[in-house]
């Protein structure tokens, strides 16, 4: 998806650094124009100061996404993702364990699952980041509980994982 949507944007690195943050966080654009998470809209100034660029550099992106029919349909129809837990998994009495591994390798999430399952253990949220996005993805698993050292040890022992992290 990235590289589709960069290409149309290259010409133009401030309008990318636009279309970055609004495909990290799930911003989209309503056909009026509005650029809005779900119902709630964003002033342009808020965008573009969170992107580092002037505000009408985020009304030209806007333009340029309505003008383009591939770019409207992606940005009038993307949603966010929800809360991610994982920043404040601690206060929520909850573990994070994360997966660096070769993000073109498949089965290292199922894999994962498996380990986490023989344990007894819920996994409430799981988040892989995109790594046309990522320079260096991972695999962020939230769990009810915390996962073994044998378990830990286990996760690095599945193909093409690179490194396991737990807290």
Request: proline share 7%; no cysteine; hydrophobic share 45%.
């Amino acid at each position: 998806m990235w590289s589709r949507i960069s290409g149309k944007m290259q010409e133009f690195p401030a309008r990318l650094k636009v279309i970055r943050l609004m495909i990290e966080y799930g911003i989209g654009v309503t056909e009026s124009g509005k650029v809005a998470i779900g119902p709630i809209e964003i002033p342009d100034t808020s965008i573009a100061k969170a992107a580092g660029v002037d505000r009408r550099v985020v009304r030209k992106t806007v333009e340029q996404i309505l003008s383009d029919e591939n770019l409207r349909r992606i940005f009038t129809g993307i949603r966010p993702a929800g809360a991610f837990l994982a920043p404040i998994a601690k206060e929520l009495g909850l573990y994070v364990v994360e997966i660096k591994a070769d993000p073109t390798a498949s089965g290292i999430i199922a894999e994962a699952a498996k380990i986490i399952a023989s344990e007894g253990i819920s996994i409430r949220q799981a988040v892989a980041e995109d790594p046309e996005l990522f320079p260096e993805p991972k695999l962020i698993l939230v769990l009810e509980k915390p996962l073994s050292g044998e378990g830990l040890n286990k996760m690095l022992k599945i193909p093409h994982v690179k490194s396991v992290t737990a807290y």
